[in-house]
Antibody, heavy 125, light 109 residues
């Protein structure tokens, strides 16, 4: 069974930093794209960033570009989200989710499944 | 950016009834790369449908997806009590960012 477990959330002041982690098990982690998705309290889902299998390709939501950095360590079956210059609007439950695979240059099956349980980030003074 | 608009915002139905949820894209979704997720209170989203019409493993056959291009539909043929939740569509095609619809809340009438 694939399991994704997020950690690292907490209360941080505006302008501060946090590093989220996503620990994966039950899958060949290095074979999949991975994503971060967030959900503000009482709101809908918002895709934040994703990273390809070897970490050489990364994509971001415009509102987090230059502030957030996605990375992975395949030896540790883990993905990370370094969040700097945090703002109130970054307050959300952050989920990690498995994406698809790159096959002959094409991304196949890039829906999000499964998802972790989320880690809560609160940006407030 | 592809904007996904879900309708209705809230759908009030009774168990046993048929639910039809709509997701309309602002531009064509490449390869029908459209997924549907179910989210219950306090839980993570769960994948129901991918590729617009393929059910994920273990999803009951009362859930079905259809559509192509810009118009997609999730149908629940006969509602069970556990189906009352919020449903999101998402496009994961060639257009970044991978956007979600705003959600449809399916509530018990």
């Amino acid at each position: 069974e694939v399991q994704l477990v997020e950690s690292g959330g907490g209360l941080v002041q505006p302008g501060g930093s946090l590093r989220l982690s996503c620990a994966a098990s039950g899958l060949t982690f290095s074979s999949y794209w991975m994503s971060w998705v967030r959900q503000a309290p009482g709101k809908g889902l918002e895709w934040v960033a994703n990273i390809n299998e070897d970490g050489s390709e990364k994509h971001y939501l415009d509102s987090v570009k230059g502030r957030f950095t996605i990375s992975r360590d395949n030896a540790k079956n883990s993905m990370y989200l370094q969040m700097n210059s945090l703002r109130g609007e970054d307050t959300a439950l952050y989920y990690c989710a498995r994406g698809g695979r790159t096959v002959r240059g094409l991304i196949i099956g890039n829906w999000l499944d499964p998802w972790g349980q989320g880690t809560l980030v609160t940006v407030s003074s | 950016e592809i904007v996904l608009t879900q309708s209705p915002g809230t759908l009030s139905l009774s168990p046993g009834e048929r639910a039809t949820l709509s997701c309309r894209a602002s531009q064509s979704v490449s390869g029908n790369s459209l997924a549907w997720y179910q989210q219950k209170p306090g839980q993570s989203p769960r994948l129901l449908i991918y590729g617009a019409s393929s059910r994920d493993t273990g999803i009951p056959d009362r859930f079905s997806g259809s559509g192509s291009g810009t118009d997609f539909t999730l149908t629940i043929s006969r509602l069970e009590p556990e189906d009352f939740a919020v449903y999101y569509c998402q496009q994961y095609g060639n257009s970044l960012p991978y956007t979600f619809g705003q959600g449809t809340k399916l509530e018990i009438k």
